[in-house]
T-cell receptor
Framework: GAGVSQSPSNKVTEKGKDVELRCDPI?????LYWYRQSLGQGLEFLIY????????KSGLPSDRFSAERTGGSVSTLTIQRTQQEDSAVYLC?????????????FGEGSWLTVV | DQQVKQNSPSLSVQEGRISILNCDYT??????FLWYKKYPAEGPTFLIS?????DKNEDGRFTVFLNKSAKHLSLHIVPSQPGDSAVYFC???????????FGKGTRLHILP
């Protein structure tokens, strides 16, 4: 498809389990972001990948969160030992490069519920 | 500490009138600003942007104004239409850094 694709679209998991969320960015986009939106909250920055540079992990809330981007394309966000406060929609976004003025394009999100 | 602030969680505007959504920022290094619109159960979609070298950018019914000295920007929608009812996010980035920081959003209700 032409847009950012995320999977799964919905995930219910038990507290303490690990989850993996996947993001396929728009083809050719060098920058990839993960954000999350908890109920009633804004878009919280988690992590940012730009080309071959070291990722900006400054938004990851704890060491239970990690993300990888393989081959400069697909990214996986992993949450270990999930907690109820991790329940949120996790949004991935990508952008072409700095010359595009940093306009980023979002996927539809992965809705995570920890029970 | 919030670098991008949208102090109004919600706003109601009569159809046909002007909607004005406000945003303040604290980081003087920000030089690129964006507005996104989000419907329920969908990802945010890009609406309009402005570079710090400009103080106004217009696209159809949407105009963004930037006041650098006040570290304030606003989005004007005129005339407001029912389909404009959504959550609007203000965002900013430092061009050399590229990371985009979002505000908490303002929910706009267009009243019939």
């Amino acid at each position: 498809g032409a847009g950012v694709s995320q999977s799964p679209s919905n995930k219910v998991t038990e507290k303490g389990k690990d989850v993996e969320l996947r993001c396929d960015p728009i083809s050719g986009h060098t920058a990839l972001y993960w954000y999350r939106q908890s109920l009633g909250q804004g878009l919280e920055f988690l992590i940012y990948f730009q080309g071959n540079s070291a990722p900006d992990k400054s938004g990851l809330p704890s060491d239970r969160f990690s993300a990888e981007r393989t081959g400069g394309s697909v990214s996986t966000l992993t949450i270990q030992r999930t907690q109820q406060e991790d329940s949120a929609v996790y949004l991935c976004a990508s952008s072409l490069n700095r010359a595009s003025g940093n306009t980023i394009y979002f996927g539809e999100g992965s809705w995570l519920t920890v029970v | 500490d919030q670098q991008v602030k949208q102090n109004s969680p919600s706003l109601s505007v009569q159809e046909g009138r002007i909607s004005i959504l406000n945003c303040d920022y604290t980081n003087s290094m920000f030089d690129y600003f964006l507005w996104y619109k989000k419907y329920p159960a969908e990802g945010p979609t890009f609406l309009i942007s402005i570079s710090s070298i400009k103080d106004k950018n217009e696209d159809g019914r949407f105009t963004v104004f930037l006041n650098k000295s006040a570290k304030h920007l606003s989005l004007h929608i005129v005339p407001s239409q029912p389909g404009d009812s959504a959550v609007y996010f203000c965002a900013a980035s430092v061009h050399s850094d590229d990371k985009i920081i979002f505000g908490k959003g303002t929910r706009l209700h267009i009243l019939p």
